[in-house]
């Protein structure tokens, strides 16, 4: 199975500075913290994800189909 992966900002390193990957999932149901691992992405760097739309958890099961978006933690003032 297969989700759609969309990186955020300085996110896009861990893609090959591509922002919209179509990932293979390793096993199904596979939570977004097994997610974040596959790509090597610290889940510090992660503000938050939705999945179809939705905010979700690092928890949250993943069974393929679904659009996920990562956005980036943001620092500066």
């Not at 900002?9 to 893609?15: N, R, S, T, V």
């Amino acid at each position: 199975m297969t989700v759609k992966l969309q990186l955020k900002g300085p996110l896009k390193k861990y893609a090959n500075n591509k922002d919209l990957v179509e990932v293979k999932l390793e096993a199904t149901p596979c939570t977004l913290a097994e997610l974040l691992q596959q790509f090597n992405i610290p889940a510090s760097a992660i503000s938050f994800i939705t999945v179809n739309e939705q905010k979700k958890g690092l928890d949250a099961a993943l069974n393929g189909g679904e659009a996920i978006v990562m956005y980036p933690r943001v620092a500066g003032g």
